[in-house]
C-alpha cells in the first residue's frame, strides 16, 4: 500500500512540474498587455534621416550622412536617404498607421540640419520647424505621445567640415544652441526628450571602425584616410557626453519646472554572457559591458567614467574637471535602451583571440575594447536564431537580464526600451513574401516581450517599449536591405503595406491577442490568413 501511496505521489509531482512547465513556456511566449503597468508606453520607433527623405527642401541644408551616403562603395547598393520613406510629405499618413495599430507613444528625431541648416554658422529654418510643429500636433491629436530624440547620428555637414564634427569641444555649444530651439518651439508639447541616440554605437561606428561619418579609424579596426581608433572615440564621446550635460542642465533649470518633462540618454547595449564558463570570460562579458553601455550611464548617474576603463585605458581616457563631474552626476531622468540580442565575451589578455567569422569584431588586443571580443558562436553553435543582422541573435532572456543589470548598477532609475527589432533574415524577398515570412517578427517580439513583462515583475521601472521600426527604412551602410519595419514599403511606390506584426502589434495593444493555449501551427495559419487579406486590399 505505501508502495501504492509513493507511486501516486510522485505522479502528481510529476504532472505538477508538467504543468508549470507548460505555463513557464506560455508565459515566455504570451505576454499580455496587462502584464504591463498602467500608463506604460507602447510605441514604434524611426529617426529623421532613415524617413523623411526631403532632403534639401525648403530650406533644409545637407547633413553628414547627406554627403557620405553620396560616396561611392559606402552604402550598399549605392543607396541613400534622399528620399527615404519620404515621411516628409506624408506624415499624416503614417500618424493615421500608427493610431490604427493603436500606438499611445511614437519615438522620432529631429533633423538638426533641418531646423538649423548651417547650424550656429546660419539662421533658424522657420520651414523645419514648422514640419516638426505639425507632426507632434497630428500625434497629441490621435492620442500618441511624442518621444524626440534630439540628436540620431546626424548633424550639419558645415560643423564637420569647419570643426571636425564632435571631436571638437565646440561642439558641445552648438548642440545646446540646437537643443534651446526645440524645448522653445516644442517643449509645451514634447514630455519626453532623449538627447543623443547611441553616443557609444556612433563613437565606435564612426570613429573605431570608420563605417559611418566622419568614417576615421586605424588598422585592425579599418582602413581609413584618417583617424585613430584607439583614442578618438574617446574624445568623441567626451564631448558628447558633456553635450548631453548641458542640454539636460538648460532643461530642468528652464523648461522642466514649466512642462514637467523628462529627459534622458539612449545607449546600446547587448547582453553579454562568458564564451567559457571560467573566471577569464566571467570578467570579460562584465567589462563588455562596462565598455558599451557603462562607458555612458556611469558617468551621466555616478559622475564619471567606470574605474575598469580608467585602468585599462590610463590616461588615454579623457578626465572630467571637479565642475564638470557636478555637471554631468545625475544628468538623466531615465534610461534609454536599445536591445537587440545577446553574444559571448571571451578575455584577451590572457589567451589568444582570433576572429573567423562576420559576427566577430576585430581588435580583442586593444584597449579600446577592453582587451576582448565578442562573437555570436560557440564550437560552431550559435547563441540563438540569426537575423538579418549578422550580430544580433534572438536570445529573449537576454531583454530581462539587461534590464535586471541596468536595474542594479543604476539603483533602478527609470527605463524606457527605446529599441527592439528584428530584421529580416532573407532581406530580398518580394512584398508578398516579407508579408507571409513576418511571423519570425510576431514570435520575436512576442517572446521578447515576455521577457520585459518577467523583468518588470521582479522589480525593474520599465515605462515603455518601442518597436524598431514603425516601417521599413534607411538602414544606414546596408541601405534599403535590411528591413525592420511593421510596414512594408515599397521602394516604387513608397506606399506602406501593413505587415504581420502590425496586426499582430493592433491586437495585442487590444488585448486581442492570441491565447496561449494555441499552437505554433495554429499561430502561423492565423498570421497567414490575415496576410491574404492584407495583401487583397
Known sequence: MKSSSNYFSSLLFLCF????????????????????????????????????GAFLEDGKGLSNWDVFSHTNGRIKNGDNGDIADDH????????????????????????????????????????????????????????????????????????EEKYGGWLNPIMQEEFLYFVQICFESFGDRVKYWTTINEPNMFAEMAYVRGVYPPARCTPPFGNCSAGNSDTEPLVAMHNMLLAHAKAAKLYREHFQPTYGGLVGIVVHSFMYKPLMNNAYDRDAAYRAFVFTAAWVFDPLVHGDYPPEMRKYLLDTLPSFTSDERKLIKDSIDFMGINHYGTLYAKDCIYSTCVCSNSSCIAGGDHPIHGYLITLAEKDGVSIGEPTGMSRFFVVPKGMEEIVDYMKKRYHNKPMFVTENG???????????????????????HKSYLASLAKAIRKGADVRGYFIWSLMDNFEWTDGYELKFGLYYVDRATLDRVPKLSAKWYRDFLTNCSLNGEETGKAISLKYAQAADHLSDK
Open 88 to 159: 516628409y510629405h506624408r506624415f499624416q499618413e503614417d500618424v493615421e498607421l500608427m493610431h490604427s495599430i493603436g500606438l499611445n507613444s511614437y519615438r522620432f528625431s529631429i533633423s538638426w540640419s533641418r531646423v538649423l541648416p548651417r547650424g550656429g554658422f546660419g539662421k533658424v529654418n522657420f520651414a523645419g520647424v514648422m514640419f516638426y510643429d505639425k507632426l507632434i500636433d497630428s500625434l497629441l491629436l490621435k492620442g500618441i505621445t511624442p518621444f524626440v530624440t534630439l540628436n540620431h547620428h546626424d548633424h550639419p555637414q558645415e560643423l
Open 17 to 52: 512540474l508538467l504543468f508549470v512547465s507548460v505555463n513557464s513556456f506560455e508565459e515566455l511566449n504570451n505576454a499580455k498587455r496587462s502584464n504591463f503597468p498602467d500608463g506604460f508606453l507602447f510605441g514604434a520607433a524611426t529617426s529623421a534621416y532613415q524617413i523623411e
Open 422 to 444: 528584428y530584421s529580416s533574415l532573407n532581406p530580398t524577398t518580394t512584398q508578398a513574401d516579407e508579408l507571409q515570412h513576418d511571423i519570425k517578427r510576431v514570435e520575436f
